[in-house]
């Protein structure tokens, strides 16, 4: 018999109240707790690490870059912790980088109180004023996935941030008088030069190592041997470039530009996260020996040297997010290709059964003569009519709803809404099927507060997970929904069965448009686009999909929502 528990007696509304525990988490959880920078805990976590983070970054340019006469240094790193910290936690980090900007410039450069606290205002608040408009540019896919996105991100990181933290600083640097026009512009070209380089060469790279930026068709792709030695020897081979003491060959100044062709082959063949951190390391290496006076660009040539380590780091950044993203959106495009091929080699057999059952049974019905059919009978074949009709209207729905969003035409508003109660009614709505299998259906929930999500999107989250745990738990198993709440309108929603279970293989196989496990488990009718609506309406949300499976120990189903976007 299938048994619902609910948390209290108003059927999840009480659990809202309960208080967050965190102990209760599992290893996941956590992580994703960590990440979703909701709640005060991880709040002050996400701004005490901002804030030191930027503060050494500071000392460790500053004082490197002053030793050999350059103030203010020709690429501050510090800008690219800003960015990262306002693409993943926004206007709640902003403490964080005040403080982190005012002990560099107050502490360090020593400058005056005022001053020191209206420069760390622009640092703090300019890069989060940048991220909130490319959130409205950007498309709804990741960032580096597509052409669009690299520009949301040049113009709005690279471009617009630092020309407002050096309008902030040059206004700050003058606000005691001495309005000289043409200093102030110096001044304000170098501050937008060192911002700009900064964030360009150091926040692509630290935003996808804190798994703020992964593609997923890169996510499961392995390091292999040839690409581990191909990223070793390019590794090997800036810092020995740029250690060497200076060669009185022209020539060898091009040298460096030549990385593009390793850097790109790494990044298409491996991973941009691969590929950007050899782009970081060659950038800040090169600026900090070209600084230093050693490397090639101290050859003779007429350009100055830190001028080329800049339009070194321009070519290489630019090179490496641009090939990747054209590819991706190639890459998808044939995707899409692929999936209308199988949507129709789909729908000719799984549409063609529905319709051929309610067809044959109508044919009865009406071809029967007389005497009428018995009562029984009649009931019968109506019984199998409709079981068709509705599984016909589930496969037409799923591929409208998969056309929908590839579309880029699903509608997707987001608001606070209470998880636990729509969870209850979406595990009523399974309840009889479950009923029939002898599957136990139950909700927990931890936490208190409201989910941030578009409610449509999430009843249907709820429910193509439901049923597939329902479908493959045999008799006696049982299915749970875990909502872990967060704060801030973030949290983790969790469907987990004890089902036959996928292998590796199978998991990949479910995961691709159409794609179902193969005969080594019970195949039941569907179109394979369940759990690849469910990834793509995560990706609407900003958030994250993830399962895990093992053959005889069933799934656990994992969605992640980020906090609700700032208000102000």
């Known amino acids: 018999m299938s048994t ?18 965190v102990a209760s988490l599992g290893a996941p959880q956590m992580a994703e707790w960590l990440r979703a920078a909701g709640g005060f805990m991880p709040r002050l976590g996400g701004n005490l690490a901002a804030a030191i983070l930027y503060f050494l970054l500071g000392l460790a340019v500053g004082k490197y870059f002053a030793a050999y006469g350059l103030f203010p240094a020709p690429i501050w790193l510090p800008s690219s912790v800003a960015v990262v910290a306002a693409m993943l936690g926004g206007w709640r980090f902003f403490p964080g980088l005040f403080l982190g900007s005012f002990l560099i410039n107050y502490g360090y450069f020593g400058s005056s109180l005022p001053v020191a606290a209206l420069i760390s205002l622009t640092n703090a608040g300019g890069p989060i004023l940048a991220v909130q408009l490319m959130r409205r540019w950007r498309p709804q896919d990741r960032l580096f996935s597509s052409f669009t996105g690299v520009v949301a991100f040049i113009i709005c990181a690279v471009i617009l941030h630092p020309a407002i933290t050096a309008t902030g600083g040059t206004f700050a640097l003058n606000m005691h008088g001495g309005w000289n026009l043409t200093a102030m512009t110096r001044t304000w070209v170098s501050w937008w030069l060192c911002d700009s380089g900064g964030t360009l060469a150091f926040a692509p790279c630290l935003l996808m190592w804190l798994g703020g930026e992964r593609s997923p068709d890169e996510a499961g792709r392995p390091f292999t041997r040839q690409g581990r030695l191909v990223w070793i020897a390019v590794a090997i081979f800036v810092v020995g470039l740029f250690i060497a003491p200076p060669v009185p060959i022209a020539l060898f100044a091009t040298l460096p530009f030549l990385l593009v062709v390793p850097l790109s082959w790494i990044a298409l063949n491996t991973s941009l996260r691969a590929a950007y951190t050899l782009v970081s390391l060659a950038s800040v290496i090169a600026m900090a020996a070209t600084a230093a006076g050693q490397g090639p660009f101290h050859a003779p040539v007429t350009i100055n040297p830190l001028q080329m380590a800049g339009e070194l780091i321009v070519l290489l950044t630019m090179t490496v997010l641009t090939i990747v993203a054209l590819f991706r959106e190639r890459r998808a495009a044939e995707a899409a290709n692929r999936s209308k091929s199988m949507l129709l080699a789909t729908a000719s057999h799984d549409l063609r059964t529905p319709l051929n059952a309610i067809l044959g049974f109508a044919d009865l019905m009406r071809l029967s003569g007389r005497p009428a059919l018995p009562p029984e009978k ?8 409709h079981a068709s009709g509705a599984l016909l209207l589930g496969l037409i729905d799923e591929i409208l709803d998969h056309a929908k969003i590839e579309a880029g035409k699903r509608e997707n508003e987001p608001k606070l809404l209470n998880a636990p109660a729509i969870a209850t009614a979406c595990l009523e709505l399974l309840a009889s099927r479950a009923a029939a299998k002898n599957v136990a259906l139950s909700v927990k929930t931890l936490g208190a507060g409201a989910l941030h999500a578009d409610e449509l999107a999430l009843r249907q989250i709820l429910l ?84 895990t499976s093992a053959p005889a120990k069933g799934t656990t189903v994992r969605v992640s929502f980020p906090v609700a976007p700032d208000v102000f």
């Open 378 to 385: 009649v009931h019968e074949y109506a019984n199998d009519i």
């Open 464 to 547: 193509n997970l439901l049923s597939n745990a329902v479908k493959f738990t045999e008799a006696g198993g049982s299915v749970e929904i875990r909502l872990s709440l967060l704060g801030d309108g973030a949290g983790i929603v969790e469907v987990t069965d004890t089902g036959i279970g996928m292998s590796e293989a199978e998991l990949e196989q479910v995961l691709q448009p159409f794609g179902q496990a193969g005969s080594s488990r019970q195949r039941e009718s569907g179109t394979g686009l369940g759990l690849n609506i469910v990834v793509r309406l995560a990706e609407m949300h900003g958030g994250r999909f993830s399962i």
């Open 4 to 21: 619902i528990s609910m948390p209290q007696a108003a059927a999840g509304l009480a659990a809202t109240q309960q208080r967050f525990n």
